[in-house]
């Protein structure tokens, strides 16, 4: 069935460098994308959306990519902070529907 | 409310007996989704709610698993004869209407049978 899986489960970053986290998606048939980042012991929080007519969307600190060509979605954040520390989560809704896929997640470590 | 509210936070269950999860989403939201979440791994669709109907119970994973809305308000997930697998954290959100995005999430309700 479709999925979407995401490439690097840790990733260790140095407090002021940018951040990159990728997910790959199978369902070409996927008309939006979102992150979300969940902190421990709480729900997910929205960052950022992206609708598969665009390649990109810019946030405060975060930009999403979207290449439909290999299925790849990205998340970048600029000048990480301790505060970024958490799990990172990609989903995709497919065909307008009203439930979204997610991937297992990331974890983002901001190394002082 | 101001934002998804969930309770109980946390719920410790012996095998067998039946748990009732409760989700008050954002006021004003007519949808209302429920998700599983087990230790290290994402988040997966159970049920979602457009008003007090259920168009898609496709996730529910057994028989054992119901869930309801009233008053196009509070909603409860009802887990009936609980197994270990069940334990997870279970995930409300909500979003103006069916198909809006984002969906907004509670906190969860910890789920842990004995």
């Known amino acids: 069935g479709e999925s979407v899986g995401l490439h690097l489960p840790t990733l260790s970053v140095q407090e002021g460098d940018n951040s990159i986290i990728n997910c790959a998606y199978s369902n070409s048939a996927s008309d939006y994308f979102i992150w979300y980042k969940q902190e421990s012991g709480k729900g997910p929080q929205f960052i950022i959306d992206i609708r598969s007519n665009m390649d990109k969307r810019q946030g405060q600190r975060v930009t999403v990519l979207l290449n439909k060509t290999v299925k790849h979605l990205s998340l970048q954040i600029a000048a990480t902070q301790p505060g970024d520390s958490a799990v990172y989560f990609c989903a995709e809704r497919t065909g307008g529907g009203n439930k979204l896929t997610f991937g297992t997640g990331t974890q983002l470590k901001v190394e002082l | 409310g101001a934002g998804v509210s969930q309770s109980p936070s946390n719920k410790v269950t012996e095998k067998g007996k039946d748990v009732e999860l409760r989700c008050d989403p954002i006021?004003?939201?007519?949808?209302l989704y429920w998700y599983r979440q087990r230790l290290g791994q994402g988040l997966e669709f159970l049920i979602y709610f457009q008003g007090n109907s259920a168009p898609d119970k496709s996730g529910l994973p057994s028989d054992r698993f119901s869930a309801e809305r009233t008053g196009e308000s509070v909603s409860t997930l009802t887990i009936q004869r609980t197994q270990q697998e069940d334990s997870a954290v279970y995930l409300c959100?909500?979003?103006?209407?069916?198909?809006?995005?984002?969906?907004?999430f509670g906190d969860g309700t910890r789920l842990s049978i004995l």
């Open positions: 959100a909500s979003s103006r209407k069916a198909g809006d995005q984002p969906q907004h």
């Open positions: 006021s004003g939201h007519t949808a």
